[in-house]
């Protein structure tokens, strides 16, 4: 009996314990069913949602009929374990395929339908378009709510906080991302006493901070970023708020010097000034004193002066330093001062700073830190070797950008471990030699790599195919050489944006295995060979291929609408060959210069999307097809040098938005179109070496040429392709997930204008194309006189009128004619008056027939002294050559005229010789 006594005193514990479980769970299993009156609401709820949208998938599938009493099983919804009592609804982001809520008209929330929630503790209503609600008087019901989260929605004007008074309970109010404006609503909150987290984010709040904010007396975090605000923080209720451990400011246009009375805000963890106008020496602000900061964000602001790093010795908390700068008066140090950091940063963000200016060292204080997980100190002006050190001593490290300093030698990276290296840009630096065997082995998880604009040279290791999750890779302008790797375009399916161009890489790339899809490929001023596929490639963007040895005929998708990449086709300076194929082409640049392409332009080739046509450079025949001049969005029309015959047809009128015409090195005939007059935004017309006749249309000055609105700027334009998507969660009151501003990956406008000015030809491209006029009608057959008017083109740049059979007196020497030299007007025998050297007004007279005088000798009048007349000759030319080398000598405008007249005498030989082979070589060919 002993014994069993014993055992039963020594199981009783476990009894109790299961007999308190069996307790417990049949507590919860009672009350998981949730409230009969809040489950028809819940269903009421539901019926209102789904009237109000386009969703085409159920809505909220498990809130159904047919499960009686188990509501607190619905998705979304939490009950209470005691009460049975629904206390959370989130109810944010409804639709799901859809970045906001679409709705049939505009939506007003019926506060009504949340009645029967009494108990209601959370109520997410976020990202779902709302734009107000209805029946405010409501929310008295509501009276338990301690979460309010209404942001990402469409509310507007004030805020009715009349009826947000009765949830006086509320401790987190987020309506950020919405649309109210006016002043900020602080006045209208003195029953938020227990309200912790404020967002009012990304609204049209305008005003300062007010000192109603003293009302908000527990409050924890405040975000007001992204608004339109301004003034001082030198608001001493601000700095009352003892309590505040997170504040967020960024994107307004906040001014003046950080107030000393943030002293006082012992608790704070996070500030995010960022993007404002605030301004003075950060030296002496209160930062030194913020001992509690973990995350700083000082970036894009007025600051000047010296801002040492010392200043954050005591900070023990701090993981993350963000400064951002484009400010040529701010100075950041870190090596002035010997200090040892208290801190372990998990992220350093310190692009185009002027950082330890003197030296150029890189900070010497990451030698003691172990837990990066970011380092971007691009821009910098840094120099030395490879920091290998900073990879080995932060095994966790993400993100390494040191793009556009002065770093030099080989770069490697550590051969002991495997890296969690995602991206890493070390573009724009002096990095030379060969990349390591393994690199992709080492760095298995890379998704961005961008090595350009360095020294590497030789072959690509075979590994960089094991990068399988690259997105981006960039190697463009080095010395690399050989054939890529040939599991590259097999293994990185990932690839978005691939980028080889201005290296030495040969062999055939479109090789059966490339079935990537890609935004943009680069691969121009290589030496790759082989034929574009027939099969599409899937580029979305950016197709570049030009000057390199390809080969073949063009293939139909690359004019196909659907196919073809929607920005830019350059696969000009190749050896493509055969005719231009019909289709629909919406690419904005097509450039197919330089090749040997031949036969019709098709006229079955639809341009109406197209910007810009280069063509440059081929044996194309024929004339204009009519059909290809119906494009009103054509603003670059490029055939030189081809063989196209006829005269420019009528319907080049529709080309209304045509601001560059060149049609030179042609075969073109008959007189210049009037029409042409209609195209009041060219700025280049260069119809030159063609066989135009007749006279230059006097409505020529109705062009702009070069007058520029801003609207004209077609040029300059380009497309940025940003890697913006690295982000890291951070633990904080307001839940941010902060974006890693990365590197921008930057596409120009492919279009490059050749234009001769005194016999040199140069090119045009970005703004200096916008900003560049010309008109050259040289090397043709016109007639007749200049018409005056052209004189009022004041912001022409550059004429060319020389070799036709113009004939009269040259236009005023004034006005725009002023400035344009007699190189404009050689070649036209029949034109005189300044600049020419030719006078109108003068008249022929015969020179006076010589007398015999009665005192000459017997000997002939024209006989002279041989040996007078060579030393005399001999004296009078070195008196002559020195006299003009004294002159050229002193005065350096003379000499410079001097120079300038041999070599427009040495340009034209060279044009004139070269114009007269190519006529000879093409009518040979023809």
């Not at 190189?823 to 008056?833: I, Q």
Request: overall charge negative; hydrophobic content about 40%.
């Amino acid at each position: 009996m002993k014994g069993v006594s014993q055992n039963f005193s020594m199981g009783w514990p476990l009894v109790k314990s299961l007999l308190w479980a069996l307790l417990l769970f049949v507590q919860i299993h009672e009350h998981k069913a949730c409230i009969e009156e809040e489950r028809m609401g819940l269903l009421e709820l539901k019926a209102f949602l789904k009237s109000y949208t386009n969703y085409t998938k159920p809505l909220l599938p498990t809130w159904v009929f047919e499960t009686k009493g188990e509501c607190c099983s619905w998705e979304r919804v939490n009950c209470s374990t005691t009460t049975g009592h629904v206390i959370n609804l989130t109810l944010s982001n409804i639709n799901e395929e859809q970045e906001r809520f679409y709705l049939k008209g505009t939506w007003f929330l019926n506060v009504s339908l949340l009645q029967p929630f009494k108990e209601l503790r959370i109520l997410d209503l976020s990202n779902n378009g709302i734009s107000g609600w209805l029946g405010n008087e409501e929310l008295v019901n509501l009276s338990n709510l301690e979460v309010l989260n209404l942001g990402g929605n469409h509310l507007n004007g004030s805020l009715p906080f009349k009826e947000l008074a009765y949830l006086n309970n509320l401790k987190v109010l987020i309506l950020g991302g919405n649309e109210f404006d006016g002043s900020l609503p602080f006045k209208d909150m003195s029953n938020f006493s227990s309200l912790e987290i404020l967002d009012l984010s990304d609204n049209y709040f305008t005003g300062s901070i007010t000192p109603y904010i003293k009302a908000l007396s527990s409050l924890k975090a405040i975000s007001l970023s992204e608004n339109w605000l301004n003034g001082t923080l030198n608001t001493p209720e601000l700095c009352a708020l003892k309590k505040l451990e997170e504040i967020e400011l960024a994107n307004n246009g906040f001014e003046g010097m950080l107030p000393p009375c943030l002293n006082n805000l012992t608790s704070l963890s996070y500030l995010d000034i960022s993007s404002n106008w605030f301004n003075g020496n950060l030296s002496s602000s209160p930062i030194a004193n913020l001992t509690s900061l973990e995350y700083i964000d000082l970036s894009y602001n007025l600051f000047e002066g010296l801002f040492s790093f010392n200043l954050f010795a005591n900070h023990s908390k701090l993981k993350v330093i963000q400064f951002l700068s484009d400010s040529n008066k701010l100075d950041i140090e870190t090596e002035n001062h010997s200090w040892d950091p208290l801190f372990q940063l998990k992220v350093l963000v310190l692009p185009n700073c002027n950082l330890n200016r003197l030296t150029g060292n890189f900070p010497k204080f990451l030698l003691n830190q172990h837990e990066l997980e970011v380092v971007d100190i691009s821009h910098s002006k840094l120099n030395g070797s490879f920091p290998i050190w900073l990879l080995e001593n932060n095994t966790r490290l993400q993100m390494l950008n040191l793009r556009s300093n002065s770093f030099m030698g080989e770069f490697h990276l550590p051969s002991d471990h495997y890296m969690n290296l995602g991206w890493l840009d070390l573009s724009d630096n002096h990095f030379d030699g060969k990349l390591q065997e393994d690199i992709g082995k080492r760095i298995p998880k890379i998704e961005y790599l961008n090595l350009s604009r360095n020294q590497f040279e030789s072959n690509l290791p075979s590994s960089i195919s094991d990068m399988s999750n690259l997105w981006v890779l960039d190697l463009s302008f080095n010395k690399f050489s050989g054939e890529l790797p040939v599991d590259l375009v097999a293994n990185c399916t990932s690839l978005d944006v691939l980028r080889l161009s201005n290296n030495n890489f040969h062999g055939e790339i479109f090789s059966k295995h490339f079935n990537l899809s890609l935004v943009a490929i680069e691969l121009q001023n290589n030496k790759f060979t082989g034929t574009l596929p027939v099969v599409p490639l899937k580029v979305q963007l950016l197709l570049n291929i030009s000057n390199n040895h390809m080969t073949g005929t063009i293939p139909l998708w690359i004019v196909n609408r659907s196919m073809a990449p929607r920005y830019v086709v350059d696969l000009s300076i190749n050896s493509f060959e055969g005719k231009i194929p019909c289709g629909l082409a919406s690419s904005e640049v097509i450039n197919l210069s330089h090749n040997l392409l031949s036969g019709l332009l098709p006229s079955c080739l639809n341009l109406w999307d197209v910007r810009h046509v280069l063509l440059q450079g081929n044996k194309l025949t024929g004339s204009l097809p009519k059909a290809i001049l119906n494009s009103s969005s054509l603003v670059t029309l490029d055939f030189r040098d081809n063989r196209f015959i006829g005269s420019i047809p009528n319907e080049i009128v529709g080309l209304s938005h045509l601001k560059v015409l060149s049609l030179s090195g042609n075969y073109f005939s008959g007189v210049i179109s009037k029409q042409l007059c209609q195209l009041k935004r060219i700025g280049i017309m260069d119809l030159s070496n063609n066989s135009f006749s007749g006279t230059i249309p006097y409505c020529f000055n109705n062009i702009s040429f070069g007058k520029l609105a801003a609207s004209d700027l077609v040029y300059t334009p380009h497309v940025s392709f940003w890697s913006d998507s690295f982000s890291l969660p951070y633990k904080s009151l307001l839940n941010r997930h902060f974006q890693i501003e990365g590197s921008s990956l930057d596409f120009y406008e492919h279009v490059e204008i050749e234009i001769v000015t005194k016999y040199r030809a140069d090119l045009y491209k970005g703004l200096n194309l916008d900003l560049m006029s010309a008109l050259d009608l040289s090397l043709n057959k016109l007639i007749g006189e200049i018409p005056p008017k052209l004189g009022q083109l004041s912001s022409l740049h550059g004429l060319n009128l020389s070799h036709n059979q113009l004939t009269g007196k040259l236009p005023d020497f004034k006005a725009q004619f002023g400035t344009f030299g007699k190189s404009s007007y050689k070649g036209n025998p029949f034109l005189c008056g300044p600049p020419l050297e030719k006078s109108c007004t003068g008249t022929d007279e015969s020179p006076p027939s010589p007398r015999k005088s009665s005192e000459t000798s017997d000997g002939k009048w024209y006989q002279v002294d041989l040996l007078v007349f060579s030393t005399s000759f001999s004296v009078s030319y070195i008196i002559f050559f020195m006299g003009v080398a004294s002159v050229l000598y002193i005065n350096s405008h003379w000499r410079q005229q001097c120079f300038n007249l041999i070599e427009d005498r040495i340009y034209w030989c060279y044009y004139f010789a070269l114009n007269t082979l190519k006529r000879l070589a093409n009518r040979m060919c023809r």
